[in-house]
T-cell receptor
Framework: KAGVTQTPRYLIKTRGQQVTLSCSPI?????VSWYQQTPGQGLQFLFE???????NKGNFPGRFSGRQFSNSRSEMNVSTLELGDSALYLC???????????FGPGTRLTVT | KNEVEQSPQNLTAQEGEFITINCSYS?????LHWLQQHPGGGIVSLFM???GKKKHGRLIATINIQEKHSSLHITASHPRDSAVYIC??????????????FGKGTLLTVNP
């Protein structure tokens, strides 16, 4: 069974640009959560989607948004990038009704 | 504020030593997760537990719900165990809250 995949794995953007990251969950997993990892703040929850609806949102500005498609694949978008958005962005999928989450390899975003 | 505390932050051991990493949390949880992250790598879920004890190979995880405390033990440590170990919880806040709140992680270095 294939694991969670994320694309791209690495990305370099400049301030003010926007970026879209993609996550494909494990087959059969309908929930996708996104997390940001930085050296200063550690791992923080961004949002969770299932059934194409955002179910929970962390404490991040509106520049961070996401969506989920009918096949459970999810994208997150960051608009008007700031230097502080440089981070490892991880997505995790889970089967509905269970707590265990399976993480993807992450997308490392560098904002210059 | 719901918090997850891990100790120690850094741990250096000699190959073969018994390792213990601790995690405490502030309020009731639905599940506690132990995660492993190698440098530059993604996150792997080691254990998810809500009570008792789990064992996988040389790794053992225990949880005491009354004391709001969990430990991760590594027996006969090996240099390949060198990684960051992260404790994360799903709070028992009812509804559909499955988001993870993370500790700051423990950097383990096992020397040969």
């Amino acid at each position: 069974k294939a694991g969670v995949t994320q694309t791209p794995r690495y990305l370099i953007k400049t301030r003010g640009q926007q970026v879209t990251l993609s996550c494909s969950p494990i087959s059969g997993h309908r929930s996708v959560s996104w997390y940001q990892q930085t050296p200063g703040q550690g791992l923080q929850f961004l949002f969770e989607y299932f059934s194409e609806t955002q179910r929970n949102k962390g404490n991040f500005p509106g520049r961070f948004s996401g969506r989920q498609f009918s096949n459970s694949r999810s994208e997150m978008n960051v608009s008007t990038l700031e230097l502080g958005d440089s981070a490892l962005y991880l997505c995790a999928s889970r089967r509905l009704g269970t707590y265990e989450q399976y993480f993807g390899p992450g997308t490392r975003l560098t904002v210059t | 504020k719901n918090e997850v505390e891990q100790s120690p932050q850094n741990l250096t051991a000699q190959e073969g030593e018994f390792i213990t990493i601790n995690c405490s949390y502030s309020v009731g949880i639905s599940a506690l997760h132990w995660l492993q992250q190698h440098p530059g790598g993604g996150i792997v879920s080691l254990f998810m537990l809500s009570s008792g004890k789990k064992k996988h190979g040389r790794l053992i995880a225990t949880i005491n719900i009354q004391e709001k405390h969990s430990s991760l033990h590594i027996t006969a440590s090996h240099p390949r165990d060198s990684a960051v170990y992260i404790c994360a919880v799903t709070w028992n806040s009812g509804g559909s809250n499955y988001k993870l709140t993370f500790g700051k992680g423990t950097l383990l270095t096992v020397n040969p």
